[in-house]
Nanobody
Framework: QVQLVESGGGLVQAGGSLRLSCVAS????????TGWFRQSPGKEREFVAA????????YYGDSVKGRFTISRDNAKNTVYLQMNSLKPEDTAVYYC??????????????????WGQGTQVTVSS
């Protein structure tokens, strides 16, 4: 089956940067729309960013716009999330989701069929 694995999380001070990676495995895997979501304790999973299959269009949640950048390298089966100017409120488990068919990227969890297990990002004040 398709597997997604996130990496790059860790502990960083406010104002710092991290780059998350989402790597896909599976011989039959094809990238379509991909999204990053995050979840803090006691909260719903929140939309962070999304990107089209070709990388031609990107979308961001209001809370991260201007600070985070999503990109992809299909040759490496990898999607990235560059996070700059991190704030304590960015602390969460970050998840990568991938759609299984062509379509416009969605901001809801239902738009994605494959998920990784998440990577923890902790931003200290």
């Amino acid at each position: 089956q398709v597997q997604l694995v996130e990496s790059g999380g860790g502990l960083v001070q406010a104002g710092g940067s991290l780059r998350l990676s989402c790597v896909a495995s599976g011989r039959a895997f094809s990238w379509y729309a991909t999204g990053w979501f995050r979840q803090s304790p006691g909260k719903e999973r929140e939309f962070v960013a999304a990107i089209t299959r070709s990388g031609g269009s990107t979308y961001y949640g209001d809370s991260v716009k201007g600070r985070f950048t999503i990109s992809r390298d299909n040759a490496k089966n990898t999607v990235y999330l560059q996070m700059n100017s991190l704030k304590p409120e960015d602390t969460a488990v970050y998840y990568c989701g991938a759609a299984s068919a062509p379509g416009t990227p969605r901001k809801s969890r239902s738009g994605y069929d494959y998920w990784g297990q998440g990577t923890q990002v902790t931003v200290s004040s």
